[in-house]
């Protein structure tokens, strides 16, 4: 799965077309809509925001788990040194993209299930969009647990199937993963590693839903003014039909590790 | 026929009739996105059910009825588990859709008009349906003011409507301009100046539209799959929600009484 998964981001993070869509960012997730977000690249940015709120400070040092091709590391220069930033990626592609974009951070090749890293090293850690890729979920969250320091915090974004989904199977999410469903039992997981103050919130409609609408927006424009053709033009349509029906709940969740006594 | 009629004809005639579509609705003629609860199984079972949850809105499903933009006759089909055929009176601008609701139920009235030139006497029917069709109607408000002149006395209008946000609305081919309406206060208030009383407006969005294009798109990787459709037919009805998706804001449950009596009793 790992050589599948990096195979896709590999590809689709560099094609032309989707970089002009995320406003040649090199951002690649879905993002935060509010209601004067007008356009992808804005809307990225304000799911970091919403993630880095959770922080009780953005100060010290932070993991950026998964951290794609670097433009959430890039905007966290908005906040912290280059020193203090650390990223990891399966791929070593988009690793190359990161450390040519911020030199003086860290980019390392590293399983999110099996960080190298000592215990207490980073006083917040962030993940958008892939904690549901990894070997598994709960193994990554313990890893976090052990790698933050005392009172530190992690925020990521996550997403729980349909049960229909969980049936039909979805390679992109690991199948341990993909069991998980409901709201109270993924809370439980927080809490069973050790964190406390875990927030989960709901972020279908403002993530999820928003960016279909949006994505839809910016596409029919394009088809009209005849930038992409109907079979381009339907098969995004396609692409983004059969993501649809496997999509239940997209989280925002923020949590602490315990002050130690 | 204006323009916009003739195109809105065209699209429903086309697609009120296609294989796949007619498949999916379980070959009941209903063409529209359904009410979802968590036990609604598939898209007729929840046509159904947006039908009941407009019929709640009536004092009582008794009298005559009319069904504004009948479609192929699904809901005046659905309307005889209460009304007697002679009570039922529906009104479509499509002469092959309303040969199709004549065939079905021939002992109802089905005419050719415009919804927003309605011709009928004042105080003619008990209640008014009107499932999914108001904001193609030139236009809404004109709709309003006809729907409550032949109302009864004390009788209820019940409807469905879809919101589209102001980007969707200028890119729609199928609405008469003006049609915008940004946020649900303004919407009641349409209702009010027309002299609605007990005024009720449901967002549903969530349970009609959401429900109807999750279930679709469900329906059709599933179709997709077992190899029942080609890619090209997936990607075909994908565009046709994608587009939707683009422009929805709101889908609405509306419910409005006409005054009991112009006079009040001394």
């Not at chain 1, 906040?79 to 399966?90: A, K, L, R, S």
């Not at chain 1, 320091?149 to 049960?163: N, Q, R, S």
């Not at chain 1, 989960?200 to 930038?227: P, Q, S, V």
């Not at chain 2, 009629?5 to 209903?30: L, P």
Request: aromatic residues 14%; neutral net charge; charged residues 25%.
């Amino acid at each position: 799965m790992t050589a599948r998964m990096n195979r896709f981001y590999d590809d689709r993070m560099y094609v032309d077309r989707l970089r002009k869509y995320y406003g040649n960012s090199d951002f690649f997730n879905y993002g935060y809509w509010d209601e004067d977000t007008f356009d992808q690249k804005a809307a990225c940015e304000n799911l970091l925001e919403k993630l880095l709120s959770f922080f009780p400070s953005q100060s010290g040092k932070i993991l950026d788990v998964a951290c794609g091709k670097g433009a959430s590391s890039e905007y966290l220069l908005k906040y912290y040194n280059p020193q203090d930033i650390t990223g990891i990626n399966i791929s070593e592609k988009q690793l190359a993209t990161c450390k040519e974009k911020i030199p003086e951070a860290t980019f390392l090749l590293m399983d999110a299930a099996k960080l190298e890293f000592e215990d207490d090293s980073f006083d917040n850690i962030l993940c958008v969009e892939a904690v549901f890729h990894f070997n598994t979920r709960e193994r990554f969250l313990r890893e976090a647990y052990r790698v933050l320091k005392p009172g530190g915090c992690l925020a990521l974004t996550d997403i729980l199937l349909t049960k229909w989904g969980v049936q039909q199977g979805l390679w992109w999410i690991d199948a341990n993963n993909a069991l998980l469903t409901h709201l109270i039992a993924y809370e439980k997981i927080y809490r069973r590693t050790g964190f406390v103050q875990v927030d989960i919130l709901d972020a279908t409609k403002a993530c999820w839903d928003d960016h279909c609408m949006n994505l839809g927006r910016f596409c029919y424009d394009k088809l009209m003014a005849g930038e992409i053709d109907k079979k381009i033009y339907s098969e995004i349509a396609g692409r983004i039909f059969r993501i649809i029906p496997f999509i239940n709940y997209y989280l925002l969740v923020g949590a602490r590790k315990v002050i130690t006594e | 026929m204006s323009k916009i009629t003739s195109r809105i004809n065209r699209h429903y005639d086309q697609v009120m009739y296609s294989e796949y579509r007619n498949k999916y609705y379980g070959d009941s003629d209903f063409f529209n996105y359904g009410y979802w609860g968590s036990k609604t199984l598939d898209q007729k079972a929840a046509c159904e059910n947006l039908i009941e949850e407009l019929l709640s809105f009536f004092p009582s499903k008794t009298g005559n009825i009319l069904d504004v933009a009948c479609g192929k006759g699904a809901t005046a089909n659905y309307l005889l588990k209460y009304y007697k055929p002679q009570d039922i009176t529906g009104i479509n601008i499509s002469e092959k859709q309303l040969a199709t609701c004549r065939a079905k139920i021939p002992e109802a009235t089905f005419l050719l008009m415009d919804a927003a030139k309605l011709e009928f006497g004042d105080n003619s029917f008990n209640n008014i349906l009107c499932v999914e069709a108001v904001f193609h109607f030139d236009t809404r408000e004109r709709f309003l003011h006809e729907a409550y002149r032949v109302l009864k006395p004390g009788g209820c209008l019940a409807l469905t409507d879809i919101l589209l946000t102001k980007w969707g609305e200028q890119k729609n081919p199928f609405r008469p301009s003006g049609g915008f309406v940004g946020n649900l206060e303004d919407y009641k208030r349409i209702y009010q100046r027309v002299g609605f009383k007990g005024v009720e407006v449901i967002d549903a969005t969530k349970e009609c539209w959401q429900g109807c294009y999750k279930n679709l798109a469900r329906y059709s990787y599933e179709k997709l799959m077992v190899g029942e459709i080609d890619i090209n037919i997936f990607n075909e009805v994908a565009m046709n929600i994608f587009r939707k998706l683009s422009a929805t804001q709101y889908y609405l449950l509306a419910g409005a009484t006409k005054k009991n009596s112009e006079k009040m009793s001394a």
